[in-house]
Protein backbone atom coordinates (compact mmCIF):
# COMPACT_ATOMS: atom_id res chain seq x y z
CA UNK A 1 0.00 0.00 0.00
CA UNK A 2 1.70 3.05 -1.19
CA UNK A 3 1.62 5.77 1.07
CA UNK A 4 2.02 9.68 0.82
CA UNK A 5 2.86 12.61 3.46
CA UNK A 6 3.30 15.86 3.28
CA UNK A 7 4.84 18.65 5.01
CA UNK A 8 6.06 21.83 4.95
CA UNK A 9 3.15 24.38 4.82
CA UNK A 10 2.80 27.29 6.93
CA UNK A 11 1.68 31.16 7.12
CA UNK A 12 3.93 33.47 4.89
CA UNK A 13 3.46 36.88 3.86
CA UNK A 14 3.00 37.87 0.05
CA UNK A 15 6.59 37.26 -1.82
CA UNK A 16 7.77 34.86 0.43
CA UNK A 17 8.82 31.67 0.16
CA UNK A 18 8.31 28.10 1.21
CA UNK A 19 9.90 24.48 -0.25
CA UNK A 20 7.40 21.34 0.40
CA UNK A 21 7.64 17.44 0.91
CA UNK A 22 6.26 14.70 0.00
CA UNK A 23 7.84 10.92 1.63
CA UNK A 24 6.33 8.22 -0.26
CA UNK A 25 6.63 4.66 0.40
CA UNK A 26 6.35 1.99 -2.12
CA UNK A 27 7.36 1.39 -5.58
CA UNK A 28 5.93 4.67 -7.23
CA UNK A 29 8.89 6.34 -7.98
CA UNK A 30 10.30 4.25 -10.46
CA UNK A 31 7.40 3.97 -12.78
CA UNK A 32 5.20 6.90 -12.29
CA UNK A 33 4.89 10.63 -13.00
CA UNK A 34 4.58 12.76 -9.50
CA UNK A 35 2.53 15.62 -9.15
CA UNK A 36 1.91 18.64 -6.59
CA UNK A 37 -1.66 19.16 -6.53
CA UNK A 38 -3.66 21.90 -4.47
CA UNK A 39 -7.27 22.82 -3.21
CA UNK A 40 -8.36 25.87 -1.92
CA UNK A 41 -11.51 26.84 0.45
CA UNK A 42 -14.51 26.33 -1.50
CA UNK A 43 -12.68 25.34 -5.31
CA UNK A 44 -11.78 22.27 -7.40
CA UNK A 45 -8.37 20.22 -6.65
CA UNK A 46 -6.14 21.10 -9.32
CA UNK A 47 -2.40 20.27 -10.35
CA UNK A 48 -0.10 22.36 -9.92
CA UNK A 49 3.25 20.64 -11.06
CA UNK A 50 4.13 17.33 -12.42
CA UNK A 51 7.46 15.65 -13.14
CA UNK A 52 7.61 12.24 -14.70
CA UNK A 53 10.14 9.43 -13.79
CA UNK A 54 12.47 11.03 -16.34
CA UNK A 55 12.76 14.60 -14.37
CA UNK A 56 10.59 16.14 -17.21
CA UNK A 57 8.63 19.10 -15.66
CA UNK A 58 4.88 20.61 -16.19
CA UNK A 59 3.71 23.45 -14.25
CA UNK A 60 0.09 24.96 -14.37
CA UNK A 61 0.12 28.91 -15.80
CA UNK A 62 -0.94 30.23 -12.56
CA UNK A 63 2.80 28.86 -11.25
CA UNK A 64 5.20 28.88 -13.84
CA UNK A 65 7.94 30.77 -13.34
CA UNK A 66 7.56 30.70 -9.62
CA UNK A 67 7.60 27.15 -8.51
CA UNK A 68 9.81 24.74 -9.03
CA UNK A 69 9.29 20.78 -8.50
CA UNK A 70 11.65 18.13 -8.32
CA UNK A 71 12.19 14.98 -7.16
CA UNK A 72 14.75 12.26 -5.04
CA UNK A 73 13.95 8.87 -6.27
CA UNK A 74 16.77 7.16 -4.01
CA UNK A 75 15.07 8.60 -1.11
CA UNK A 76 11.82 8.45 -2.41
CA UNK A 77 10.51 11.99 -1.91
CA UNK A 78 8.92 14.68 -4.44
CA UNK A 79 9.79 18.45 -3.14
CA UNK A 80 7.94 21.82 -4.55
CA UNK A 81 9.68 25.00 -4.11
CA UNK A 82 7.35 27.93 -4.23
CA UNK A 83 8.80 31.52 -4.64
CA UNK A 84 7.13 34.96 -4.67
CA UNK A 85 4.59 33.26 -3.31
CA UNK A 86 0.73 35.21 -3.25
CA UNK A 87 -2.50 34.99 -1.49
CA UNK A 88 -4.00 32.97 -4.68
CA UNK A 89 -1.62 30.42 -3.78
CA UNK A 90 -3.30 29.51 -0.19
CA UNK A 91 -4.56 26.30 -0.30
CA UNK A 92 -3.83 22.75 0.99
CA UNK A 93 -0.89 21.14 -1.07
CA UNK A 94 -1.10 17.78 -2.03
CA UNK A 95 0.90 15.27 -3.47
CA UNK A 96 -0.06 11.98 -6.04
CA UNK A 97 0.41 10.81 -9.03
CA UNK A 98 -0.76 11.42 -12.09
CA UNK A 99 -3.38 10.53 -13.19
CA UNK A 100 -4.28 10.63 -9.49
CA UNK A 101 -4.70 7.50 -7.39
CA UNK A 102 -7.52 7.58 -4.80
CA UNK A 103 -5.92 5.33 -2.68
CA UNK A 104 -2.94 7.86 -2.61
CA UNK A 105 -4.42 11.02 -1.59
CA UNK A 106 -2.80 11.98 1.76
CA UNK A 107 -3.72 15.00 4.48
CA UNK A 108 -1.98 17.81 2.64
CA UNK A 109 -0.51 20.41 4.10
CA UNK A 110 -1.53 24.09 4.28
CA UNK A 111 0.28 26.72 2.91
CA UNK A 112 -1.48 29.88 4.03
CA UNK A 113 -0.50 33.75 2.20
CA UNK A 114 -0.92 37.02 3.81
CA UNK A 115 -1.39 39.75 2.07
Known amino acids: QVQLVESGGGLVQTGGSLRLSCAAS????????MAWYRQAPGKQRDLVASITSHYYQNYADSVAGRFTISRDNAKNMVYLKMNNLKPEDTAVYYC?????????WGKGTLVTVSS
Open 26 to 33: GSIFSINT
Open 96 to 104: NAVPPNPGY
